[in-house]
C-alpha cells in the first residue's frame, strides 16, 4: 500500500533572523512592545537557555501554569526547567521559527512553528501557541496547547526534529 502520508508543509513565512525577530516586538504602543520584548527575552534565556536561575527575574511568585504537565508557581517553573533541559549559552534570536508575536492589553501571544516526526517516522511542520499574561512588568500567567503526555513533561525546544 503506497505512502498515505501528507506531504510536508512548504515553508512558511517564518522569522528566523534576530533582526526580523525584532522587528515583530515592533508596536506604536510602548506597553506592547515592552511586553513583548519580556516575553521574547524570557523565551530565549529561560525556554530556550534553560536558565533556571533567571526565573525571579521574568515571572511572578504566583505565577499560574496552564500547560497540565507543569505545575503552577514560580518555583515549580524552576524545578520543571532545572529537571528538562541544561542551561546553554544564550543566543541572540529565539531559534525556533518564529511566525509572529501579538500583544494585546496584558496579553502577549507567540506563535512558532515546530518541526516534528509522526510515529513512523515521517516529519512534519505543525503550529505552536504560547500565550502570556502580564502583570507588574512579569510573567503572571501561561497558556499552550500542549496535552498531559510523559514527552512533553521533559520537552525541551532545543531537541526538537529539524
Do not use: C
Not at 3 to 17: E, N, W
Not at 42 to 51: F, K, L, N
Not at 86 to 111: C, K, W
Amino acid at each position: 500500500m503506497p505512502d498515505q502520508s501528507p506531504p510536508p508543509m512548504p515553508p512558511s513565512a517564518a522569522v528566523t533572523t534576530r533582526e526580523a525577530q525584532l522587528r515583530l516586538l515592533d508596536s506604536p504602543d510602548p506597553r506592547l512592545a515592552a511586553n513583548k520584548r519580556l516575553v521574547w527575552d524570557m523565551y530565549r534565556e529561560i525556554v530556550q537557555g534553560g536558565h533556571a536561575d533567571r526565573v525571579e527575574a521574568y515571572f511572578t511568585p504566583e505565577y499560574i501554569q496552564h500547560n497540565p504537565n507543569v505545575a503552577s508557581g514560580r518555583d515549580s517553573l524552576a524545578a520543571f526547567l532545572r529537571g528538562s533541559r541544561p542551561a546553554r549559552p544564550l543566543e541572540d534570536r529565539i531559534v525556533l521559527p518564529m511566525l509572529n508575536i501579538i500583544a494585546e492589553g496584558n496579553h502577549v501571544l507567540v506563535m512558532s512553528e515546530r518541526p516534528m516526526r509522526d510515529e513512523a517516522g515521517h516529519p512534519y511542520r505543525t503550529t505552536w501557541f504560547d500565550m502570556y499574561r502580564i502583570e507588574n512588568g512579569k510573567i503572571a500567567e501561561h497558556w499552550d496547547p500542549a496535552l498531559k503526555s510523559a514527552a512533553m513533561q521533559h520537552f525541551d525546544p532545543n531537541r526538537m526534529e529539524k
